[in-house]
């Protein structure tokens, strides 16, 4: 362990930390990462000592991490972990944390921000009593405000203390093992890249489906929404890496400087009706700390459309929504037909719960016949044990590409402020026109106006 280097954890105690950040420090500890072996300080309010957190985080470790949790692994890595009382929103109690950092010798640190964006400019004033606190990098989770405005004053507060290029804005869907294939299966096939364009794509759609609802988490959603939980940030960033030309070159502004063009590119629709249809869970009203009168959005859909010459005129579907009748999240790509009456042939990347790619095309019926018949290929990643020992979980890697200081594969504030910029102006329009979220049934496939959306303009949802 490098005694020097320093992971806090604001938050210690949250939901986050327990199910995804312990979990995933337990399986760099498992896979012996070299290089990503800190010391682990965790800040909580309640009444911990180092050694009944460390008993507490076992269950949450042994119950989520992707390795095998064996007691000798987890003994060396929960004597990593210190805990530290504090109320961090009282600033004189930095002067204590600063103290503290001095006596176990914390020199280079990374302070992960796992609690709500309210917390962040308290966070940050206190940090000013921290010495080196101002050099060291900072994890942000999203949302990154609740709006444009808002995001952009977190950014102020934030870019006024830690220099730009230490602010890490984690979006775990970017560390997902087939979001992280999407260049791969574009780029390095001409059987895909060359047809990938308007000219040969009838629609591309991208679905983000869960079962679960929102649990305990109503007083965040419902301030929230599909739309800013979800699309906002998670699926603009896969839509992105779906539409981009090909990055000129490896370096990570070459791929961003590609996705903002696409966000750049993103046209409002004329008319919000026809194109945007919300909806909500029949029994979200009741769910905790949720208002019953709610007009929250659980279910989102939207066809857009981007204004460049590759994807001029062709629909892009987005969707996503809670308490549906299956988790699934993937990447459909439905091509023109050649023909009248033929199927199209279909590319469906599985991003999860399996991994993989799902390939439709046509063939002769075997026999007498000469009828046209869908040959179905699917090939699953995930099925082989040895792609799943082998696969680092989400916020695995990207604690890891954080304390090696790549910052590749993290949300950039124009970005954020881009997409921001269109999901505050197209809920803006559906509000104006007195649009209100459908009702649909816990378990189903969403509102069945979602269905409609597509049917309008003769496409169907790929299931
Ligand atoms: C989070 C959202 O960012 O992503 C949640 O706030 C959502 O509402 C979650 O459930 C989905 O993540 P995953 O990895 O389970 O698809």
New binding site residues.
């Given amino acids: 362990m490098n005694k020097e280097k320093t992971f806090t954890i604001f938050g210690g105690t949250g939901d986050l930390t327990f199910r995804k950040l312990l979990p995933a420090l337990y399986n760099m500890e498992a896979a012996d990462k070299e290089g990503l072996s800190t010391q682990i300080v965790i800040v909580g309010r309640r009444d911990y000592t180092s050694e009944t957190y460390r008993d507490l985080a076992r269950e949450w470790v042994e119950k989520f991490a992707r390795l095998a949790y064996t007691v000798d692994v987890y003994e060396r890595f929960s004597r990593r972990i210190i805990y530290y009382r504090m109320d961090i929103t009282e600033e004189e109690s930095y002067e204590g944390l600063n103290e503290f950092y001095k006596k176990i010798e914390a020199k280079e640190h990374i302070f992960y921000f796992a609690v709500a964006p309210r917390f962040f400019a308290g966070i940050v004033s206190g940090l000013k009593h921290i010495r080196g606190a101002c050099e060291g990098k900072v994890v942000i989770?999203?949302?990154f405000g609740e709006d444009l405005l808002a995001a952009k004053s977190l950014n102020r507060t934030m870019e006024a203390f830690f220099t730009p290029e230490n602010i890490y804005r984690i979006?775990?869907?970017l560390g997902?093992e087939m979001v992280r294939n999407i260049q791969t299966i574009r780029f390095a096939n001409p059987i895909f890249q060359n047809v990938w364009n308007a000219e040969y794509i009838d629609c591309i759609q991208i679905s983000?489906l869960?079962e679960?609802g929102?649990e305990t988490?109503g007083g965040?959603?419902d301030h929230?929404g599909a739309l800013k939980?979800?699309m906002q940030?998670?699926l603009f960033q896969i839509l992105t890496i779906v539409a981009m030309e090909r990055p000129q070159g490896p370096a990570v502004e070459e791929m961003h400087q590609e996705q903002m063009k696409v966000l750049a590119a993103l046209k409002a629709p004329e008319e919000i009706a026809e194109n945007m249809v919300l909806g909500q869970y029949e029994g979200y009203r009741q769910e905790p700390s949720v208002k019953e009168d709610s007009v929250t959005e659980t279910y989102a859909a939207v066809r857009l459309f981007i204004d460049n010459d590759r994807w001029k005129g062709m629909p892009f579907y987005i969707r996503t929504g809670?308490k549906l009748g299956k988790?699934e999240?993937q990447v459909a790509v439905v091509f023109k037909s050649p023909l009248p009456g033929l199927e199209p042939n279909i590319l469906n990347i599985k991003?999860?719960p399996t991994e993989g790619v799902y390939l439709q095309f046509n063939i002769k019926k075997p026999g007498e016949s000469d009828d046209t018949i869908q040959a179905k290929m699917d090939f699953c990643q995930s099925c082989l044990q040895i792609n799943q020992m082998n696969t680092p979980e989400?916020y695995e890697r990207l604690i890891g590409a954080c304390i090696l200081g790549n910052r590749a594969w993290f949300s950039q504030w124009d970005q954020i402020e881009t997409s921001w910029n269109y999901v505050d102006s197209i809920r803006k329009m559906y509000a104006e026109r007195g649009l209100l979220a459908y009702p649909y049934p816990a378990g189903s496939n969403g509102p069945v106006e979602a269905d409609r959306l597509l049917e309008k303009y003769g496409h169907a949802w790929f299931d």
Avoid: L
Wanted: hydrophobic share 30%.
């Fill in positions: 989770e999203k949302p979006d775990h869907y997902k983000a869960e679960v929102v988490r965040y959603y929230s939980d979800m940030n998670h809670k988790r999240m991003i999860q989400a």
